[in-house]
């Protein structure tokens, strides 16, 4: 089903988006937003690892990306590939190089253009096009084993086209019931529910959080620190969100969770026989996650709270900067508490075994993100005729649209729409708001991996990614 866990993990600020504008392949979602799209999640694996694998499958161990840089002369198109990987037992390091092409290519063939004829000046000048370092990127990432229950992850980035270094460090430790995760960025990407990006000089968080098993109460509890004020990467509209505004922020969150089958086709041992005249053979589904026809409805209900100490300073002086109603509104409560929800339905034909029509799944999601900014809305429509132009992203639901459908074989199309129900907008209700197209094909041998293409046209981005016992 559509993962209800987003809705309490994106009031954090260490929820992994994946991105392909850092050579770590992820961006933190800025907690206190709309709940992002299912297909937005980050892999679990990390990144060098990702390139480690994929690179066994393409020429050259070459793994293309597409990103939208502000840069618009260094192009959207990049390759990525792993350099280096030397490990021992409990410790290992990667290398991984990034390289753009477009400057390059359009450099050479401006210089040969220019030219009258060929002379070897020409090619000299030509060739230190090659060493211009904003066609480079280079990434390290170490991860050392200190116990078998803790581990020590340590990431720097260069990009060429920009000045500094990116770190990030993360410290985890897994206890019998409890994860807890210490992460800490300088600077620290985030991306927003626009898909604008934003730098934060310094954001360390620790969080505790329950592990998933079969009890339907999650929770969570977390520490956050913001240092210096947040700088845009690509935003047009240049205010940085409240949340990634210094202060140190002290959050608790809860989820209780339920699904009830409204039937489903269980798998028998026939299911595991492909008969054919040459014989029996062994054939399980090519994702063990989507092995069952079945019709479920699940839903998750919640809430946080959250206490801000210091950085009210920097709350007022945006707002008198301009006293328009929309930054009043943008204004930081030193203590807040909300409820959200999420109700999602689900329906799957087929056993994800032949060939050919054999699996067709929708998911359909409707989110409240804050029932107490959706009071508030309502309580405007009754009270007013119109309704303030405020942006209060979080008190209109949304409605998550998940299709897949097999093409052939272990590849399957998906596509991820996410819909605005607000009427108050110019763009009466429903419409659009995010969209992400993607192609998958589904690795028999690991029972639930997969090698994901996806592309969002609102971000004009996208990556390939390989997902482990992910959804």
Same mark, same amino acid.
């Given at each position: 089903?559509?993962?209800?866990?987003?809705?309490?993990?994106?009031?954090?600020?260490?929820?992994?988006?994946?991105?392909?504008?850092?050579?770590?392949?992820?961006?933190? @979602?800025?907690?206190?937003?709309?709940?992002?799209?299912?297909?937005?999640?980050?892999?679990?694996?990390?990144?060098?690892? %990702?390139?480690?694998?994929?690179?066994?499958?393409?020429?050259?161990?070459?793994?293309?990306?597409?990103?939208?840089?502000?840069?618009?002369?260094?192009?959207?198109?990049?390759? %990525?590939?792993?350099?280096?990987?030397? @490990?021992? $037992?409990?410790?290992?390091?990667?290398?991984?190089?990034?390289?753009?092409?477009?400057?390059?290519?359009?450099?050479?063939?401006?210089?040969?253009?220019?030219?009258?004829?060929?002379?070897?000046?020409?090619?000299?000048?030509?060739?230190?096009?090659?060493?211009?370092?904003?066609?480079?990127?280079?990434?390290?990432?170490?991860?050392?084993?200190?116990?078998?229950?803790?581990?020590?992850?340590?990431?720097?980035?260069?990009?060429?086209? &920009?000045?500094?270094?990116?770190?990030?460090?993360?410290?985890?430790?897994?206890?019998?019931?409890?994860?807890?995760?210490?992460?800490?960025?300088?600077?620290?990407?985030?991306?927003?529910?626009?898909?604008?990006?934003?730098?934060?000089?310094?954001?360390?968080?620790?969080?505790?959080?329950?592990?998933? $098993?079969?009890?339907?109460?999650?929770?969570?509890?977390?520490?956050?620190?913001?240092?210096?004020?947040?700088?845009?990467? +690509?935003?047009?509209?240049?205010?940085?969100?409240?949340?990634?505004?210094?202060?140190?922020?002290?959050?608790?969150?809860?989820?209780?969770?339920? $699904?009830?089958?409204?039937? &489903?086709?269980?798998?028998?041992?026939?299911?595991?026989?492909?008969?054919?005249?040459?014989?029996?053979?062994?054939?399980?589904?090519?994702?063990? &996650?989507?092995?069952?026809?079945?019709?479920?409805?699940?839903?998750?209900? /919640?809430?946080?709270?959250?206490?801000?100490?210091?950085?009210?300073?920097?709350?007022?002086?945006?707002?008198?900067?301009?006293?328009?109603?929309?930054?009043?509104?943008?204004?930081?409560?030193?203590?807040?508490?909300?409820?959200? /929800?999420?109700?999602?339905?689900?329906?799957?034909?087929?056993?994800?075994?032949?060939?050919?029509?054999?699996?067709?799944?929708?998911?359909?999601?409707?989110?409240?993100?804050?029932? @107490?900014?959706?009071?508030?809305?309502?309580?405007?429509?009754?009270?007013? @005729?119109?309704?303030?132009?405020?942006?209060?992203?979080?008190?209109?639901?949304?409605? +998550?649209?998940?299709?897949?459908?097999?093409?052939?074989?272990?590849?399957?199309?998906?596509?991820?729409? %996410?819909?605005?129900?607000?009427?108050?907008?110019?763009?009466?209700?429903?419409?659009?708001?995010?969209?992400?197209? $993607?192609?998958?094909?589904?690795?028999?041998?690991?029972?639930?991996?997969?090698?994901?293409?996806?592309?969002?046209?609102?971000?004009?981005?996208?990556?390939?990614?390989?997902?482990?016992?992910?959804?």
């Amino acid at each position: 089903m559509a993962n209800l866990r987003t809705a309490m993990d994106s009031a954090f600020w260490d929820q992994p988006i994946s991105s392909p504008l850092t050579l770590e392949g992820t961006a933190n @979602s800025v907690p206190g937003q709309p709940f992002p799209l299912d297909a937005t999640r980050a892999s679990r694996a990390l990144r060098i690892q %990702q390139l480690s694998l994929l690179g066994l499958g393409f020429p050259l161990g070459l793994i293309p990306s597409y990103s939208n840089l502000p840069q618009k002369e260094l192009g959207s198109f990049s390759i %990525q590939s792993l350099l280096l990987k030397p @490990s021992i $037992s409990n410790w290992w390091l990667g290398l991984v190089g990034q390289f753009r092409p477009k400057k390059l290519i359009s450099n050479v063939k401006r210089e040969f253009s220019n030219a009258d004829e060929l002379e070897v000046s020409m090619f000299r000048d030509t060739t230190k096009h090659i060493f211009d370092k904003s066609l480079y990127s280079i990434g390290v990432c170490s991860q050392l084993a200190l116990t078998p229950s803790s581990s020590l992850l340590w990431n720097t980035e260069r990009h060429g086209e &920009r000045k500094g270094l990116r770190h990030k460090f993360m410290l985890y430790h897994k206890l019998p019931n409890h994860d807890i995760t210490l992460e800490a960025g300088w600077p620290q990407l985030f991306i927003d529910h626009k898909g604008e990006y934003w730098d934060v000089p310094e954001s360390i968080s620790l969080n505790m959080s329950s592990v998933a $098993s079969d009890s339907p109460l999650q929770y969570r509890f977390g520490l956050h620190k913001n240092s210096g004020h947040p700088q845009s990467v +690509n935003a047009i509209n240049g205010e940085a969100p409240v949340a990634l505004m210094p202060g140190l922020c002290a959050k608790a969150a809860f989820s209780y969770e339920q $699904s009830k089958d409204i039937w &489903r086709i269980k798998e028998t041992k026939e299911d595991f026989v492909l008969k054919t005249k040459r014989g029996k053979f062994w054939c399980p589904a090519y994702d063990v &996650r989507l092995k069952e026809p079945h019709a479920t409805v699940s839903a998750v209900i /919640g809430g946080t709270c959250a206490a801000w100490l210091g950085g009210r300073e920097n709350s007022k002086a945006i707002e008198s900067q301009d006293g328009d109603t929309s930054m009043t509104i943008k204004k930081r409560s030193p203590l807040n508490a909300d409820l959200f /929800g999420s109700v999602c339905c689900t329906f799957q034909h087929g056993k994800f075994r032949k060939l050919f029509n054999d699996m067709t799944r929708v998911d359909a999601r409707l989110d409240i993100s804050s029932v @107490s900014g959706l009071g508030k809305k309502v309580l405007n429509i009754f009270k007013t @005729s119109s309704v303030s132009n405020a942006d209060n992203s979080l008190s209109s639901p949304r409605l +998550n649209f998940i299709f897949q459908q097999q093409v052939a074989g272990p590849i399957v199309f998906r596509v991820d729409s %996410q819909f605005l129900l607000d009427s108050t907008l110019e763009k009466h209700a429903p419409h659009m708001e995010d969209l992400i197209y $993607s192609l998958s094909y589904s690795l028999r041998l690991l029972r639930s991996g997969k090698v994901v293409a996806w592309y969002s046209p609102k971000r004009k981005e996208g990556m390939i990614e390989l997902l482990l016992f992910e959804f």
